[in-house]
């Protein structure tokens, strides 16, 4: 595993879903248990980063050993600072890379987020990121050179712009339809079979 910390972004606040997707059941289990329990399994520590519905995600999530918390008073401002926030609380300890994924993509499991690792323990100065048709974005591994830019990011655009300003050390991984992001009522009953409750 290495240093490797998982950083397991969980602020937003779900507009799109009218409530907060983060705690919707997937098989049983709410989307934001079923990403951090993955990557408990391939990082000795996990931040969560809490916004919206926050001490409703802590309570979620409390009773997992290795996990750290860390909230963003400023959540409604996009998803940049989360990731800032969620670095800084990472690097209490040392660390040698920062893997961000997302609450909201639930189809993702342990064997997922090990290619991801495995790219990157072969090319560790480069950044690791999810093909997607719009451009490149999280899962991503961010090696710590990086760490400075991560902490630095603000707004609405999150780590993207960082992963394409890295274009010429970035290696891609196609991961569709894994990375379905749940968004919207439609989005979960694509997922579930069934309206969110």
Same mark, same amino acid.
């Given at each position: 595993?290495?240093?490797?910390?998982? #950083?397991?972004?969980?602020?937003?606040?779900?507009?799109?879903?009218?409530?907060?997707?983060?705690?919707?059941?997937?098989?049983?289990?709410?989307?934001?248990?079923?990403?951090?329990?993955?990557?408990?399994?391939?990082? !000795? =520590?996990? +931040? +969560? +980063?809490?916004?919206?519905?926050?001490? @409703?995600?802590?309570?979620?999530?409390?009773?997992?050993?290795?996990?750290?918390?860390?909230?963003?008073?400023?959540?409604?401002?996009?998803?940049?600072?989360?990731?800032?926030?969620?670095?800084?609380?990472? !690097? #209490?300890?040392?660390?040698?890379? *920062?893997?961000?994924?997302?609450?909201?993509?639930?189809? %993702?499991?342990?064997?997922? /987020?090990?290619?991801? /690792?495995?790219?990157?323990?072969?090319?560790? &100065?480069?950044?690791?990121?999810?093909?997607?048709?719009?451009? $490149?974005?999280? $899962?991503? %591994?961010? $090696?710590? =050179?990086? @760490?400075?830019?991560?902490?630095?990011? @603000?707004? =609405?655009?999150?780590?993207?712009?960082? %992963?394409?300003?890295?274009? &010429? !050390?970035?290696? /891609? #991984?196609?991961?569709?339809? #894994?990375?379905? &992001?749940? &968004?919207? $009522?439609?989005? *979960?009953?694509?997922?579930?079979?069934?309206?969110?409750?």
């Amino acid at each position: 595993m290495g240093n490797v910390v998982q #950083i397991v972004l969980a602020a937003g606040g779900s507009s799109r879903m009218g409530q907060a997707k983060q705690l919707l059941k997937v098989n049983g289990e709410s989307m934001v248990r079923r990403v951090v329990q993955a990557a408990r399994a391939t990082a !000795n =520590r996990v +931040v +969560v +980063v809490t916004g919206s519905s926050g001490s @409703e995600v802590y309570h979620e999530l409390k009773d997992l050993a290795g996990v750290l918390f860390a909230y963003n008073p400023r959540w409604e401002e996009g998803i940049g600072r989360s990731v800032a926030i969620g670095v800084a609380t990472a !690097n #209490i300890h040392s660390t040698e890379a *920062y893997f961000i994924t997302l609450a909201d993509q639930p189809l %993702i499991e342990t064997r997922h /987020l090990e290619r991801y /690792l495995e790219a990157y323990h072969k090319s560790p &100065d480069r950044i690791i990121a999810t093909a997607y048709p719009n451009g $490149p974005g999280v $899962p991503a %591994i961010f $090696p710590a =050179r990086l @760490e400075g830019e991560l902490l630095r990011l @603000e707004g =609405r655009t999150g780590a993207k712009q960082l %992963i394409i300003k890295e274009w &010429d !050390n970035l290696s /891609l #991984i196609d991961a569709s339809p #894994i990375t379905f &992001d749940v &968004d919207t $009522p439609e989005d *979960y009953e694509a997922v579930t079979g069934h309206k969110p409750e």
